[in-house]
């Protein structure tokens, strides 16, 4: 039943580190990135007391503007900044480019989402003792909502699994890619069947690990 699928062994595990590859440099870059801007999102919006609606209205708008983009259409309208960044636009690496940029936005969002998830009182608290912005958003807010934000790490990994399947549009590699190349153009069903078991496979995976630590984390 699977006899395409032995010969190409070699490259399906190449296929899926470039995956692996691709979907932890967008990751990473989106918490570091998004994490800065969720706060921003929360901290300025109305209800807050340290709101700003100019600066709460242009990020949001910012982010609802690069939310709006399909990630196709992204994927291919940042091909001129990738090659500009890179000095090429083939390769894991340089799909992480715009996956990356979409991470930061998306994880912003989720962030901001869960922020709004903690008790208004808890940060009333800390900032009558006198605690800072630094202090509120660290002492408080992050360690309130830390199960939540496993959550949105894990919500924002399984999403990009998925987004890297599309990397193969401008290539970018990965098991997106192997499956079109040789499931779907050589009609050889037995290898897409196979690659859509080890996309099931790895995005169970990272479910289930990031269930178990939101749940440890989680005192309530």
């Given amino acids: 039943m699977f006899e395409n699928v032995i010969p190409l062994l070699p490259e399906i595990g190449i296929a899926l580190w470039q995956t692996l590859l691709m979907v932890t440099i967008a990751v990473g870059f989106g918490v ?10 929360f901290m300025t919006n109305n ?9 709460s209205s242009v990020t949001n708008g910012i982010v609802n503007i690069v939310r709006s983009f399909p990630f196709i259409i992204l994927l291919v309208a940042l091909i001129p900044f990738t090659r500009l ?12 480019v715009p996956m990356s940029i979409a991470a930061i936005f998306y994880f912003a969002r989720l962030l901001e989402q869960t922020l709004r998830d903690v008790p208004k ?3 009333e608290a800390a900032e009558a003792m006198g605690a800072s912005t630094f202090q509120t958003v660290w002492k408080v807010l992050f360690v309130e909502a830390r199960a939540g934000i496993v959550l949105n790490i894990t919500v924002l990994t399984v999403s990009f699994i998925s987004y890297s399947s599309m990397a193969g549009v401008v290539g970018g590699g990965g098991i997106g890619d192997l499956a079109i190349r040789f499931g779907y153009y050589r009609f050889q069903t037995d290898v897409m069947v196979s690659m859509i078991i080890l996309l099931i496979v790895l995005v169970q995976l990272v479910q289930f690990i990031g269930n178990k630590i939101a749940l440890y984390l989680d005192k309530r």
Avoid at 85 to 96: N, R, S, V
């Fill in 47 to 55: 209800g807050q007391t340290r709101k700003q609606a100019l600066l």
């Fill in 85 to 96: 960044l890179l000095g090429t636009t083939i390769g894991p690496i340089a799909a992480a």
């Fill in 32 to 41: 570091l990135g998004g994490t800065p801007l969720g706060i921003v999102l």
């Fill in 121 to 123: 009182g808890v940060m």
